[in-house]
């Protein structure tokens, strides 16, 4: 089975702080992607990226950016967190549009 | 634009009876088309997708879902519901292209009566 390790499950950071949540897939997937979870308002796509060094933006990629320098692993940065990126934040990986595999996400809570 | 819609927010069922939730989607073609499964505190799991052929999938857990073009459905059904069962519920559309990137409907929480 696909892992999607995501190194983080809960995180506590301060405002202005620079944040990395790390995700990990060991299945030679292309395609990965970040989102943020949010009540009522379901997962919305911040960056994707479908091969080493490339990205593209998502539906909300503000204060974000990302980083795949490794085709297994993909990052997601927080420039400056600030207190409306408290979230739960989900990564995921594909290949040949046969449907995502998450990992388990990172709660975090920006302070 | 692609959209998907879960037009029920929260449901209740009693343990042992029959479930249905309902997604509808928006696409101008032939949709990829996927159900998932969130416990508390968890990622997603994929219970059942559609790509093409027949329009009554089956999944795991004891779920299916049927494809139906006219009415641009894709509902998720369980004959007999388990307390385990309790968890929200994604359904997503694949769009178009090889980058396989989802949209998410809002998802549906299910609670489960004993």
């Known amino acids: 089975d696909v892992k999607v390790t995501q190194s983080s499950r809960y995180l506590v950071k301060r405002t202005g702080e620079k944040v990395f949540l790390e995700c990990v897939q060991d299945?030679?997937?292309?395609?990965m992607f970040w989102y943020r979870q949010d009540p009522g308002l379901g997962l919305r796509l911040i960056y994707f990226?479908?091969?080493?060094?490339?990205?593209e933006k998502g539906d909300i990629p503000e204060g974000y950016s990302v980083s795949r320098e490794k085709k297994e692993r993909f990052s997601l940065i927080l420039e400056s967190a600030s207190t409306n990126q408290t979230s739960m934040y989900l990564c995921?990986?594909?290949?040949?549009?046969?449907?995502?595999?998450f990992g388990s996400g990172t709660r975090l809570t920006v302070v | 634009a692609q959209s998907v819609t879960q037009p029920d927010i929260h449901i209740t069922v009693s343990e042992g009876a029959s479930l249905e939730l309902r997604c509808n989607y928006s696409?101008?073609?032939?949709?990829?088309l996927f159900w998932y499964v969130q416990s508390p505190g968890q990622g997603l799991q994929l219970l059942l997708k559609?790509?093409?052929?027949?329009?009554l999938v089956q999944g795991i857990k004891g779920f299916e879902a049927e494809f139906k073009r006219s009415q641009s459905s894709f509902n998720l059904r369980k004959p007999s519901v388990h307390w385990s069962d309790a968890a929200e519920y994604f359904c997503?559309?694949?769009?178009?292209?090889?980058?396989?990137?989802?949209?998410f409907g809002q998802g549906t929480t299910l609670q489960v009566k004993p």
């Open positions: 995921a990986s594909e290949q040949g549009a046969r449907g995502y595999t």
């Open positions: 299945m030679d997937h292309e395609n």
């Open positions: 696409y101008g073609a032939t949709p990829y």
């Open positions: 990226s479908y091969d080493v060094k490339m990205k």
């Open positions: 997503a559309v694949g769009t178009s292209g090889n980058t396989g990137k989802l949209i």
């Open positions: 559609y790509f093409s052929g027949d329009t």
